[in-house]
């Protein structure tokens, strides 16, 4: 059981530094968003992608050893962490514990980083989308779905002679 205990201890750390690892990804985006640097972003826009595959993957090994760690303390397999460190005794215990703690703080670190980049490139293309306006007032439209969602659509333009005159 301690191998196991290890082992999960280890996905946690692994967990925790790709976590960092996104977060630095997102704060370089947020630069490049700021500094106007169109370029830069779309790179940045690729290294998140793989970032985000590489948490996906050391996510999903992490819950793996949790469950190998609970079937071998007879706990239930969709057990928490919190709960299966708690079954765990022995001086690791509050080590599981801090980890948890530190990627749960990471992880909301990280969903405020993506939404306020979201919201900054959102902001961004509404700009955009306003400078098009003046110049081809007829050139785009808003539709919405039955959701109430709206959506940017395409509208015949008008011919340049129209709008100009």
Do not use: W
């Amino acid at each position: 059981m301690t191998e196991l205990l290890n082992s999960l201890i280890e996905a946690l750390r692994e967990e925790l530094r790709q976590y960092g690892e996104m977060l630095a990804r997102l704060d370089a985006q947020q630069d490049c968003i700021t500094r106007r640097a169109s370029d830069e972003l779309l790179l940045t826009v690729g290294a998140l992608q793989e970032q985000a595959l590489i948490l996906r993957q050391t996510r999903k090994a992490r819950e793996e050893s949790q469950r190998l760690l609970a079937e071998a303390v007879q706990a239930p397999a969709n057990i928490g962490l919190r709960q299966l460190a708690e079954s765990v005794s022995g001086p690791r215990r509050p080590l599981v514990h801090a980890l948890v703690d530190e990627n749960n703080q990471l992880l909301v670190r990280v969903q405020q980083r993506a939404r306020q980049n979201h919201l900054l490139l959102r902001r961004s293309m509404d700009l955009m989308q306003d400078l098009i306006q003046t110049f081809c007032p007829s050139g785009y439209g808003t539709l919405y779905d039955p959701a109430g969602r709206s959506h940017k659509s395409s509208l015949p333009a008008a011919p340049l002679y129209d709008a100009a005159g």
